[in-house]
């Protein structure tokens, strides 16, 4: 059974630009969440859906959101990209929207330059 | 500031010993907590979990024990291998809420 599943692995983008990142959950859940990690800390929350709406929002500028899909999947978006959104981005999958059991994936690394 | 906290950045042991990673929490209404090893280049991975209605858990090689007293969470690991060298994350989550608060981390370097 695939486990949580993001691309892209690796994205260099430039200050001012927009990116999109993806995220497969694991077959059968049904929440999605988002989290910066930046080098050298623990991940900070962004964001979690769960049937397509948002159930939890992190203390993030509006430059961010994110969307789910009837499938499941989901897509995290930013715009006007700074040097310090440079960081690791994962993606977690859980059952439901109060089980807190969290299964990460492998992370987009994205470098704003 | 962050709810969560370890108190030791780098812990190194050498192959065969009993590794102790610890966490302090602050908020004494997180009921769930988890640790996540996360090697270079991946993302976390679920290890253990416990819930505040007990005080010891065990699994493979590891147990996670949770001091609600003294807000303390620790993990365990026995016979430590080259490949649990990994940072360690504990994480807390509180009830109704489904975010995780996580930690800085400790870095477990383990030599053979």
């Known amino acids: 059974d695939a486990g949580v599943t993001q691309s892209p692995t690796h994205l260099i983008k430039t200050r001012g630009q927009h990116v999109t990142l993806r995220c497969s959950p694991i077959?059968?859940?049904?929440?999605v969440s988002w989290y910066q990690q930046v080098l050298g800390q623990g991940p900070q929350f962004i964001f979690q859906y769960y049937e397509k709406e948002e159930r939890g929002r992190g203390n993030f500028p509006d430059r961010f959101s994110a969307r789910q899909f009837p499938n499941y999947s989901s897509e995290l978006n930013v715009n006007a990209l700074l040097l310090g959104d440079s960081a690791l981005y994962l993606c977690?999958?859980?059952?439901?929207?109060?089980?807190?059991?969290?299964?990460f994936g492998q992370g987009t690394r994205l470098t704003v330059v | 500031g962050e709810s969560v906290g370890l108190h030791l950045p780098t812990l190194s042991v050498q192959e065969g010993d009993n590794s102790i990673i610890n966490c302090a929490y602050s908020n004494s209404a997180s009921d769930y907590f988890i640790w996540y090893k996360q090697e270079s280049g991946k993302g976390p991975q679920f290890i253990i979990d416990?819930?505040?209605?007990?005080d010891k858990r065990q699994g493979q090689r590891v147990t996670v024990l949770l001091n609600k007293t003294v807000k303390h969470l620790s993990l365990q690991i026995a016979a430590t291998q080259p490949g649990d060298s990994a940072v360690y994350f504990c994480a807390e989550n509180l009830s109704g809420y489904s975010t995780l608060t996580f930690g800085k981390g400790t870095m477990l370097l383990v030599s053979p």
């Open positions: 977690a999958s859980s059952r439901g929207h109060l089980l807190p059991e969290a299964f």
């Open positions: 077959s059968g859940h049904k929440s």
């Open positions: 416990i819930r505040s209605n007990m």
